[in-house]
């Protein structure tokens, strides 16, 4: 019996390295301090791997999946039949034409810039008022499916998600994105929609990046429908960016007006990072929340903020 496992193992050994070319691991690692308003200073780690395989048919068709592991954790296995979880994606690709599902994003969220610029190991800069541009992903069960068609400096989206108790409409997406280098400066325009029910989004970014580091960023939304959440919903994002030799600076200030409800939910973020090389960076972050009365007014009893010093380390 054990030759026999033994056997088995040495096989299954052989197959994993001759299929080794279309097998890659990425990560990524934390390391540092934070606090903020109600926490007291401490230590912080974070890690996250990601596995990708790839493939290609005879006919030139070319297939692949990722797990993200940090994003694969819930009620449903990762690994299961039909998972809802998070963290996976499949997609098949043949020339410009995409199609991934799973953990992707919508149309209205691939075709939209965020207006956020550099990074830290707490995401200081996601502050209140930031959506990311999430549109109505994952209003199931977050399964997602995309197609992508690109020629050009042009990327045209379409996604679905689909609604497994079969009692709601399907959430459709429509966006596109054009690139385009214009003597020292690359601009970027997206426009997406998405809407599902009685309930619409549509957006819109500009993006600009100099040949002397700056760069900036404008985002708007809009949403409605007779679900609070997105009621009467206008986001407003800008950030700003610069960067020297190994040296970057960051800020965003996103906004979210809910003219229904009278509030208005705003955050400012800032970021500044030191590369090191070799996939280690040193990062400083820092964000700030507040959120007004009916009457637009801010309280600054409810203003909160989070601060986060540290190395990130790219695999």
């Known amino acids: 019996m054990k030759k026999i496992l033994f056997a ?5 050994a052989s197959a994993g390295v001759a299929s080794a070319e279309g097998v890659s691991v990425s990560g990524f690692a934390e390391l540092g301090l934070f606090g903020g308003t109600g926490t007291e200073t401490q230590l912080f780690t974070d890690i996250d791997v990601t596995f990708k395989m790839s493939g290609e048919a005879d006919n030139g068709l070319s297939f692949g999946t990722a797990i993200d592991l940090d994003e694969s954790e819930g009620d449903a296995p990762a ?5 809802d979880d998070g963290g996976i994606s499949i997609y098949l690709s043949y020339g410009p034409a995409k199609l991934t599902v799973g953990d992707t994003d919508g149309a209205f969220d691939a075709a939209l810039q965020d207006a956020l610029i550099g990074g830290s190991i707490a995401d200081d800069n996601e502050h209140a008022g930031y959506t990311g541009n999430s549109g109505f992903d994952g209003g199931y069960d977050g399964q997602v499916a995309t197609l992508q068609y690109s020629f050009e400096g042009f990327t045209g989206y379409a996604s679905l998600e689909l609604d497994d108790a079969g009692e709601g409409n399907p959430i459709f997406g429509l966006g596109g994105k054009y690139s385009v280098e214009l003597a020292s400066l690359t601009i970027g325009v997206g426009v997406g929609y998405q809407g599902y029910e009685s309930n619409e989004i549509w957006g819109i970014s500009l993006d600009t990046t100099f040949d002397n580091g700056l760069q900036a960023i404008v985002n708007y939304a809009s949403a409605t429908g007779a679900d609070a959440d997105f009621s009467g919903v206008e986001n407003v994002g800008l950030a700003l960016g ?21 509030t208005i939910v705003s955050g400012l973020g800032l970021t500044a990072a030191y590369d090191l090389g070799g ?30 010093l540290g190395l990130a380390m790219s695999f």
């Open 279 to 308: 996939g280690l960076e040193a990062q400083f972050g820092y964000g700030m929340s507040n959120t007004s009365d009916q009457d637009g007014e801010f309280d600054e009893d409810d203003l909160t903020s989070t601060w986060s």
């Open 242 to 262: 610069y960067t020297l030799n190994e040296i970057s600076f960051g800020a965003n200030y996103n906004a979210q007006f809910a003219t229904e409800l009278g």
């Open 79 to 83: 690994f299961e039949d039909n998972s």
């Open 8 to 12: 088995t193992t040495a096989l299954v």
